[in-house]
């Protein structure tokens, strides 16, 4: 078993709960979400409940006033199962708004949970914890060269070793990528199993989880890729509602993300389908039967591109909250992808799992540049050691540099 490492959502965490009488923490099943309640220093005086304990969920039940006191902060793990303690939190919110007394932690997004949401409305600020990043995984201490770049416009000098595919298909579920399972498959199986009969099943009545299986994998095989979602029900045999509605599941409990396309420019050409990505590339390349990334597979580029957007959405969420993360596309012309979005300033970014590149893969990043006056740097992500300046605002960095 390894020791306890910290997680970088702890910062923001800690200035919610100092302002806030109520913090939700949501993320995907087994991203770590009860190891920090119950292990993190600053949140170990705080006193943890979990509904996932039959005993404590039934107590709930029939007294869930008891529950609360007055005095005391508490943490309630898995709150999503019991969503009747929502009003009794309202009422004590209502009563008495002391920062802090509330951290509710789930697999489930309580914003896409109606009427969690608007028990909650007014009274809660909601966070996500992802699967570990790469500066999680490497204990890295130094702020993220990512800041640094934005705050000086210059990359840190940093040694990196390129990532390898094995990193990529180990993800950053903590069993996983901190070496705790010897047999990825094995846990990657249990883990499907568990989130078909258990999350699934509580969020909405699936009656055919078979239907619900079959999607999940064919959407693993469209990670990276714009999500077309009448041809997605169409090759899982749905109609476009369920598929759809499969779809919102999948998203509730983290196990997808869309991500919305860059709209700031006018052009008529540009994409406005989101594009679909999974929350662990582990789990992705499991679901689609990926074995190594490379070696001739089709979803090898996609499951690199799908381990950079999680680790950007882990690394802004814990520092840089008010960003936000998109993609450009122009249809049959040009393509980024990923835009950061922090104020008025755009940071481009596009993937290359390969040690080399050529000058074709700057085309994308020159034309998003000469499109955006508010774009302050272009990067080319790829899998070697060196930082490169490649002209006017255009670098070459490492993807673990990027990332770390």
């Not at 109606?114 to 702020?143: C, M, N, W």
């Not at 010897?182 to 909405?204: C, H, M, N």
């Not at 936000?324 to 300033?345: A, C, M, P």
Request: with cysteine; hydrophobic share 40%.
């Amino acid at each position: 078993m390894t020791s306890y490492k910290s997680r970088e959502i702890i910062r923001p965490l800690t200035e919610a709960l100092a302002q806030m009488p109520v913090v939700v923490l949501s993320g995907m099943r087994q991203s770590g979400k009860s190891t920090l309640l119950l292990n993190q220093p600053e949140l170990k005086h705080r006193r943890y409940v979990s509904f996932d304990d039959f005993n404590t969920l039934e107590a709930a039940r029939r007294n869930p006033e008891a529950l609360i006191r007055d005095d005391e902060p508490i943490s309630i793990d898995e709150a999503q199962k019991f969503p009747e303690i929502m009003t009794v939190i309202k009422q004590s919110v209502d009563k008495k708004r002391t920062p802090g007394k509330f951290l509710l932690s789930g697999s489930a997004n309580f914003l896409l949970l109606k009427t969690i949401a608007e028990s909650l409305a007014g009274r809660a600020v909601y966070l996500t914890l992802h699967p570990f990043i790469r500066r999680e995984i490497l204990d890295a201490k130094q702020p993220p060269a990512l800041l640094h770049f934005l705050a000086k416009s210059v990359f840190p000098q940093r040694k990196t070793r390129p990532l390898t595919g094995r990193d990529v298909l180990l993800g950053g579920m903590p069993s996983i990528c901190l070496g705790e399972i010897q047999k990825p498959q094995i846990w990657f199986r249990g883990y499907e199993q568990t989130y078909l009969e258990r999350d699934v099943r509580s969020l909405a009545q699936v009656a055919d989880l078979v239907s619900f299986r079959h999607l999940l994998r064919l959407a693993a095989l469209r990670t990276g890729q714009i999500l077309k979602q009448s041809e997605l029900a169409r090759d899982a045999k749905l109609n476009v509602m369920t598929a759809g509605r499969y779809l919102s599941l999948m998203e509730a409990s983290f196990v997808i993300f869309r991500l919305p396309p860059y709209l700031s420019n006018r052009s008529s050409r540009l994409i406005k389908s989101p594009k679909l990505y999974f929350g662990d590339t582990g789990l992705a390349g499991y679901l689609a039967g990926v074995q190594e990334p490379g070696r001739g597979n089709i979803l090898s580029g996609a499951l690199w591109e799908n381990y950079v957007a999680q680790n950007l959405q882990g690394l802004l969420s814990a520092h840089c909250p008010q960003a936000n993360l998109t993609y450009w596309s122009i249809q049959g012309r040009h393509e980024v992808d990923f835009i950061i979005e922090i104020g008025h300033k755009t940071l481009a970014i596009e993937v290359k799992s390969g040690s080399r590149w050529q000058e074709r893969d700057l085309i994308g990043l020159k034309a998003f540049l000469n499109t955006d006056p508010t774009c302050v740097g272009a990067i080319l992500a790829y899998n070697g050691d060196k930082t490169l300046r490649l002209g006017d605002k255009i670098w070459a960095v490492p993807i673990e540099l990027l990332l770390n």
